[in-house]
C-alpha cells in the first residue's frame, strides 16, 4: 500500500482542499480506499464553523470564534458559477440579494457569519473543479432540503453547528437510466439525527443512503465534499422524488422522480474563511 501523503501547511481548509485534491483529482479512477476516506473524514471531523467563516454560536451567546479575514479573492457567490447542484435547480436570489440577506448576519467585529442570523437555507460556494466540489449549507430550524440523488458520486458530510434529521434511501436495482425515473428503493436511514458531534458521514453511487432529505432540527449547517460535482453536461443533474410508503413492505419505499418544488429557494453568500491555494493544474 501505498504511503499516504502528509497534509499539507496550513489552515483546515487548505488542508481539506490539497486532502480532496490529491484523493479525487483526474487520473486516479475507481472509488477512494478505505484509507483515503478516512484521511479525508479525520480532516472533516476536526472541522469547526470558523474554519469556514461562519460564527456557530447562538444568538444568546456571546461569540468564542476566532476572527477570520474574509478578503481572500476566492470568495464566490452561490450559484455564479452554474453548476447543476441543488443550489442551481432551485431558484436562487442574485448576488445582490443574497448578499443582502446575509449582511444583517454578519458578526460585526470577527468578519462572519452569524449561523443564528440566517433566515433560508444559504449555500456558502467555497470551490469548485470538474473532480470534485467544497461547500457549506446553512438552515434555519424547520428547513429543509427535500429528497434528492447524487448520481455517481461519493459525498462526504459533516455538521458543523446545530442538529439535522436525514433520511435516506438506496436503489434496490441498479440503475438502467441515468437518472432514474422511478422505481423501488430501500431504508438506509429514517429519521437518524446528526449533529455537531457526529462523525462525518459517507455516502456512495450505490450505497450508504445515494438519495436523501435533510430537515434543520435547529440551526445548522453542514459542510459537504461532492466527488465528482453535480453536471448536466455530465450526466449527473440533481432529482427530485417523492417516496411512497409500501405498508405490505416495511423498509421500502417507491420513488417517483417530480419536479424541483417551487417552493425550494437557496440563497448565497460568499465564504468568509481562510483564503485557499488551488491547483490550477488539475482544476
Known sequence: MAA????????????LY????MVFSSGRAGLP???????????????????VGIDGSSGDESTSCVAIDGSGDEAVDSGSDGSGDERSRASTTSDETSEGSVSSGRSGGHGL??????????????????????GVFCFPAGAR?????????VVLTKVLYGSIALKSYDWVTTPISNPKRSGL??????????????????????????????????????LDVLAPPYSEEQARPSTYYVDIPIPPLPGFVVLEEIDTPDDLRVAGAPYLGPELLFDLDSC
Not at 145 to 153: I, Q, V
Request: glycine residues 6%; contains cysteine; negative net charge.
Open 4 to 15: 499516504q501523503p502528509m497534509e499539507a501547511e496550513g489552515s483546515k481548509m487548505q488542508r
Open 18 to 21: 490539497d486532502a480532496c485534491d
Open 33 to 51: 480506499t478505505p484509507r483515503q476516506l478516512g484521511w479525508l473524514q479525520g480532516i472533516l471531523d476536526a472541522m469547526e464553523p470558523a474554519d
Open 113 to 134: 457569519i452569524l449561523g443564528h442570523a440566517i433566515k433560508q437555507i444559504t449555500y456558502i460556494h467555497i470551490h469548485e473543479c470538474e473532480d470534485f466540489s467544497i
Open 145 to 153: 432540503l427535500p429528497l434528492h440523488d447524487h448520481p455517481r458520486m
Open 185 to 222: 428503493a430501500k431504508v438506509v436511514a429514517d429519521d437518524c439525527v446528526l449533529q455537531a458531534s457526529s462523525k462525518t458521514s459517507v455516502l456512495f453511487p450505490r450505497s450508504g443512503g445515494n438519495i436523501h432529505s435533510l430537515t434543520a432540527l435547529t440551526p445548522c449547517a453542514i
